[in-house]
């Protein structure tokens, strides 16, 4: 069993779908903790950590973001905010004369089991930044994030 700590039922669907593949259980807590103003690795750090400590048990914690090229990186570590906000109009609007429009989507997965420091693992998808939204499946930036080499 693997205890994953947020209060994104979005990200608790994707992980269940994944971890089905390998008969793992997994178990959901939304924790509640505060988040550091920071990078994806610190925040994922910081929650791990907090949540290992606090429940006595080894923990997950996940924080991702869209960083793309042409915004210096924009929203990165503030996509969840620019979702509650502007959403995906909003940077659409911010693309619109845009030619580059390369952009990187980026998980920290942070794991941490009690008297032990937490450790960070990186995944990061290469494609791009649609001119449209398509499809209805998925969640948040996923009708903008298009990755050519999947079609």
Partial sequence: MITFITGNEHKVKEAEN??????ITLEHIDLGYEEPQGTLEEVALSGAKYASRKLDK???VEDAGLFIKALN????TYSHYVQDTIGNQGIL???????DRYAEFRSVIGYCAPNSEPKTFLGKVEGEIAVEEKGDLGFAFDPLFYVPSLG
């Fill in 58 to 60: 080894p923990v997950i």
């Fill in 18 to 23: 994944i971890f089905k593949d390998y008969d």
């Fill in 73 to 76: 990186g924009f929203p990165g």
């Fill in 93 to 99: 609007k911010l693309l619109k004369d845009t030619q």
